[in-house]
């Protein structure tokens, strides 16, 4: 159901109130339908959307129904999955303390994971301006490889290596003839590693 997702993007936008707003319709098609998984992401998303407008009640609310329903299969990954947007309201929250337990632990455990990605991905702030690609580029220049070599190992053609360099040395101020916008960056580099 498309609705899900879209639900999903409008809670990362912080956009609590069209969740809200979509919900009870969204709700209404899948009792009709018999879509019980795609009910309970639904319940979730719209607990999530209430406990960021304040209203915990309804959040709890409807975070109760959720558990329930998915307490016979045991069904975690939705819970987890949304980890991030139930967790306040799990606390307040009066049945299946085991399944609740088990959410709590394992979206821990994905919370831990997730920062840790973050962390080992993170690259100094002067890189900030480029794009994953310019920067995965520009860091194999490192090794003083040529364009050719690049695109060798990128799967590109020369000319876009050449076009990632221009746009490159372009967003990073880096001016001068070719080997002297080279030799920089590889400087620029090696000061961040």
Do not use: W
């Amino acid at each position: 159901m498309i609705e899900m997702i879209e639900n999903q993007v409008l809670l990362a936008q912080g956009a609590y109130a069209k969740v809200v707003g979509r919900s009870e319709g969204q709700l209404a098609v899948c009792e009709a339908m018999h879509y019980a998984l795609v009910a309970l992401h639904v319940k979730l998303q719209t607990a999530a959307a209430y406990e960021a407008l304040g209203k915990r009640a309804e959040a709890c609310r409807l975070l109760d129904q959720a558990l329930k329903d998915a307490a016979h299969d045991g069904i975690m990954i939705p819970f987890i999955e949304n980890y991030a947007y139930i967790k306040p309201t799990l606390q307040y929250c009066s049945g299946q303390p085991e399944l609740i337990g088990s959410i709590v632990k394992l979206g821990e455990a994905l919370s831990a994971r997730q920062k840790s990605a973050l962390d080992a991905g993170s690259r100094p702030a002067e890189f900030s301006v480029l794009t994953d690609r310019e920067y995965e580029v520009a860091a194999l220049t490192l090794s003083r490889l040529s364009n050719r070599e690049i695109a060798e190992k990128l799967f590109l053609s020369e000319g876009s290596v050449k076009q990632y360099m221009k746009q490159i040395y372009s967003k990073l101020g880096i001016q001068g003839d070719t080997r002297t916008k080279r030799k920089q960056l590889s400087e620029l580099m090696q000061q961040n590693f």
